[in-house]
């Protein structure tokens, strides 16, 4: 009996062939949205864990200078060579722009001494990187495919610079050839030829034995120290950015999951009279339920297959830009080959049978169940969602009160998280029921006949509109959430770094020049005022920090954007045994203003909090004490930096040209404030753009599914249509109707998602962010922003929702009255 009761009840889906669409469409869109995130933060995790990669081979030791901005000497990578320590090789970088204000991350090495590590291959095995064409003008610049592509890069492309010369002709090479990640390579003489520095940035190593690493030690300078490369701290460090693109990743499954029960559930609805004729024929409960769970698990592979493919294809579109993010952000090195892993698929699987079998338990429990005389009787299960709609309104005040428990717990990003879910899931399940309430009331408020119907028919519409209005409007909430977060964030750090960046020009000096450098700058009249800050890192039980020295000029204490602090906290910071903290070492170390703490040596215990303030900028944690402590001779003796701030009528391109040429600085030993904000700001906007596209992706889905879930229910519609163009309604009123019954239900639930959304953002910006990083910010508000995404959501509604009308207004009454029957 499997055979014809199947073949029956899957020939639905030949004479509605747009529902096959749309429950593929929902699944498929849901699992490959959390497929791409999935296979983007595994990759970048895998990426931390094994270490640094150049040329697929791992470096876990770098030999670098105490100093960031200073170099390795070239005499000291001779003497290493010298004394057999081949495993060792020099590595430059330079961080170009180029005139659209793209970064681009440039690499030098010696390409001589790489070669035995490129693969274990000889020179003459090596065709990706010939020797004799890398060290030849014009030396050739080497990129991986994967960035080619996501640069717009072609073979043998000049790639023109701001303040240098173009560089190139580019050589693409294969992924998995050489790994270099978002680094373009080329040889050290090109970095040489760019900038007349010399040294290295650092000399990285292979693996090194005890003896060896003893030997290094020995011969360092006692500027130049060994340590493990950065890649083994980046996995704290990124924690909560992956946590918040898996959030992002899972709400999308959740939106695609509304669309596939919308979607199953009306194509059981209207297989409702072949499922009652087959049980007055003898099919048993039994029998169908075994057809139906076949049809399901066989969504759910195509949805998962399906899923997968292009969820790979989603994540190598976004891969380079959450790559280029990491690197700008933390300094991560994310290879930009990706290749799909089980583990994913097995994922999705999971997570597709689980919410597939949420999706339709009930739509199949009811179909089963309901009594075949029932069944027999048009749309008699439609009559019923209004009763459904009341059961989920009682779970969402269920899950209402919920999250009012949960908002009771222990702030952290868990907490956070399921707030945020309790609050979305009891806003959506409420959703249909109050539309149907107010659809009610507004037939009963209007006198007019065609207004009645309209909203009447609005109010029927919803048993197959419903749930994909659930899922539109839990992505216009994510939507207008993420807007409001992401620019209340931007706005907060812009004026941050407006009182932050004091000074006109900052210079990270060496040591040995620091005190010739303030000499002249006392001398130079083109100077109004300077300051000198130290700073060293200080590990404590709660991790690594900054130790940041401040004078007592006025103006250094107006670049301390202050959150809270005692009234004479300025005085008493170079007086007493205090310290200023930043936001988030002050959630750390979990203490307030007046409050004292205690630091590992050798700054010692008992320092008090004179205040607490806001930054941005760091993501180890900062404090701030005066030159004048007891730890200020300590401090000395760590990096410098000068902020000079110049009078009036003095051009700042030209003094920086100046004080270049006078002590032979690097590009990036000196900065002017306006290079800095720039910066700074492009930095931040690219690190939310992964973000804002998986909004935009869920926005269109959910878009689709509304369309879809219309376009599905066209022919059950055709006899209403019919009789109402017999009744005298034009062909224009119909479209209008149609149109007007999406945009009506589309704006009430633009409606609920706008206050929805600014709530997301409150708890993403008090309690998510602020658990993830310990900062806090002021909620700004973009009614414009808001607007905009609410309007042009109400323009593809409308044409959503005219469409299925216009294709059926194409024929005749009599036809469409006829096909109906």
């Given at each position: ?32 949205l ?26 876990p ?9 200073q ?9 290493l060579?010298?004394q ?39 020179a ?13 003008m ?125 979607a ?47 969820g ?23 290879n ?85 879910a ?9 959703l ?42 839990l ?98 910071l170079?007086?007493?045994r ?13 203490v ?15 320092w ?68 800095i ?31 879809f ?19 005298g ?66 323009l ?10 216009y ?15």
């Open positions: 009996m499997f055979g014809p009761v199947a073949s029956a009840l899957w020939g639905h889906y030949r004479r509605h062939p747009f529902q096959v669409f749309l429950v593929w469409l929902g699944l498929t869109l849901g699992v490959s959390l497929v791409g995130v999935l296979s983007i933060n595994q990759h970048a995790q895998q990426s931390y864990r094994q270490g640094e990669q150049l040329f697929s081979n791992p470096y030791f770098s030999i670098h200078h105490t100093e960031r901005t170099r390795v000497p070239h005499a000291f990578y001779i003497g060579r010298r057999g320590l081949t495993q060792c090789v020099p590595i430059d970088r330079l961080d170009v722009v180029t005139p659209s204000l793209s970064d681009i991350h440039l690499m030098g090495v010696d390409t001589i001494a790489m070669l035995p590590f490129i693969a274990n291959q000889r003459d095995e090596a065709p990706s990187l010939s020797p004799m064409d890398a060290i030849s014009p030396y050739p610049v080497y990129v991986g495919e994967a960035m080619a592509e996501h640069k717009g890069w072609e073979e043998g492309q000049m790639i023109d610079l701001l303040d240098y010369p173009p560089i190139g002709p580019l050589r693409i090479i294969d992924n998995d050839a050489l790994s270099m990640g978002t680094y373009l390579v080329a040889d050290m003489a090109l970095l040489r030829h760019l900038s007349a520095r010399t040294g290295f940035t650092e000399v990285l190593c292979g693996d090194l034995s005890q003896a060896e690493r003893q030997t290094i030690r020995e011969a360092l300078p006692s500027a130049l120290t060994l340590t493990k490369t950065q890649s083994t701290q980046l996995g704290p460090l990124t924690r909560a950015f992956h946590l918040n693109l898996l959030a992002m990743g899972l709400l999308a499954f959740v939106v695609g999951l509304f669309i596939f029960y919308q199953i559930s009306l194509s059981m609805t209207q297989r409702q009279p072949l499922v009652g004729t087959l049980r007055q024929l003898g099919v048993d409960g039994r029998q169908l339920s075994a057809v139906m769970s076949t049809e399901l698990l066989l969504w759910v592979l195509l949805g998962v297959v399906s899923g997968n493919v292009l790979m294809l989603l994540a190598n579109q976004l891969l380079p830009a959450v790559a280029t993010t990491l690197s700008d952000l933390y300094g991560a090195d994310i930009l080959v990706m290749h799909w892993q089980w583990q994913w698929g097995l994922y999705s699987l999971l997570l597709a049978i689980l919410g597939a079998a949420m999706a339709s338990a009930w739509p199949l429990v009811r179909l089963v169940n309901t009594s075949p005389g029932r069944l027999s009787q048009r749309m008699t299960l439609m009559r019923g969602t209004h009763r459904e709609y009341a059961v989920q309104a009682i779970l969402a005040v269920l899950l209402g009160v919920a999250a009012w428990g949960v908002s009771y717990w222990e702030t952290s990003q868990w907490q956070g998280f399921t707030l945020i309790f609050t979305m899931l009891s806003a959506a399940l409420a249909p029921y109050l539309c149907g309430w107010l659809f009610h009331t507004s037939a009963a408020v209007y006198a007019g006949a065609r207004w009645r119907w309209f909203f009447t028919d609005a109010a029927a519409s919803l048993s197959y509109r419903g749930v994909a209005a659930m899922a539109f409007m992505a216009v909430s994510a939507h207008i959430g993420m807007e409001t977060m992401v620019g209340s964030f931007r706005t907060s750090t812009e004026t941050w770094l407006q009182q932050r960046l004091a000074a006109d020009v900052y210079v990270r000096p060496s040591h040995a020049a620091l005190a010739e450098m303030e000499t002249w700058l006392v001398k130079n009249k083109d100077v109004a005022q300077f300051w000198t800050t130290y700073r060293r890192e200080l590990t404590t039980n709660q991790g690594r920090l900054e130790v940041l020295s401040v004078g007592n000029r006025m103006s250094e204490k107006q670049t301390l954007a202050m959150k809270a602090s005692q009234p004479d906290y300025w005085a008493q170079h007086q007493a205090t310290v200023l903290l930043s936001e988030a070492l002050a959630a750390k170390f979990g307030g203003v007046g409050e004292s703490i205690n630091l590992p040596a050798p700054m010692g215990e008992h008090q909090v004179a205040g607490i303030y806001y930054d941005y900028g760091n993501p180890y944690g900062q404090l701030v004490v005066s030159t004048r402590s007891d730890a200020g001779q300590w401090l000395k003796q760590g990096r410098s930096s000068l902020a000079v701030v110049l009078n009036q009528d003095t051009q700042t391109e030209q003094f920086v040209d100046r004080i270049n040429h006078r002590f032979s600085l690097t590009t990036g030993q000196v900065q002017n404030q306006a290079d904000m720039r910066y700074a700001m492009r930095i931040f906007d690219r690190t939310f753009t992964v973000t804002e596209s998986l909004c935009a992706l869920m926005l269109i889905v959910a878009i689709c599914g509304l369309f879930s219309t376009l599905a229910t066209e022919l059950s519609r055709q006899r209403q249509y019919s009789l109402l163009r017999y009744l309604l034009s062909g224009r009123e119909l479209i209008a109707l149609g149109g007007g019954q999406l945009v009506l239900l589309g704006l009430t639930s633009a409606l609920i998602a706008i206050p929805l959304g600014l709530v997301l953002a409150g708890m993403l910006i008090h309690v998510v962010l602020k658990a993830s990083f310990g900062w806090t910010m002021t909620m700004s508000f973009f009614p414009i922003s808001y607007a905009t995404t609410i309007g042009l959501s109400m593809a509604l409308m044409v959503a929702g005219a469409w299925p009308v294709r059926m207004l194409k024929r005749t009454a009599a036809a469409s009255l006829r096909d109906a029957q």
